[in-house]
């Protein structure tokens, strides 16, 4: 049974930092994408960093430069490093995995619980 539990999130003021882990379990190959989602009040849920089965990554704009996502295949664990946070990246954050990566929310069939994560000014 495939399985992603988050940790991380919480309370943080602007500039602040913080890292979101997701531990993946029951998946039979690497061959996935991992992705982190969010979604605020009242908005669609929107892609924030992809991250590849060979490494590769991408980001969305609005957080280029501040979020890194990675992943530890040995802990069978990927994450997003958030720096410099913003009030505007309060959300809930998911993280997901799917076979190939998309920006579209639709194409991953696993998912994560969900953390708040929420920057005041």
């Known amino acids: 049974q495939v399985q992603l539990v988050e940790s991380g999130g919480g309370s943080v003021q602007a500039g602040g930092s913080q890292r979101l882990s997701c531990a993946a379990s029951g998946f039979t190959n690497r061959r996935y994408c991992m992705a982190w989602f969010r979604q605020a009040p009242g908005k669609e849920r929107e892609g924030v960093a992809l991250?590849?089965?060979?490494?590769?990554?991408n980001y969305a704009d609005s957080v280029k430069g501040r979020f890194t996502i990675s992943k530890d295949n040995a802990k069978n664990t990927f994450y997003l490093q958030m720096n410099s946070l913003k009030p505007e990246d309060t959300a809930m954050y998911y993280c997901?995995?799917?076979?190939?990566?998309?920006?579209?929310?639709?194409?991953?069939?696993?998912w994560g619980q969900g953390t708040q994560v929420t920057v005041s000014s």
């Open positions: 997901a995995a799917g076979p190939r990566c998309s920006w579209r929310w639709a194409e991953f069939g696993y």
């Open positions: 991250i590849g089965s060979d490494l590769s990554t």
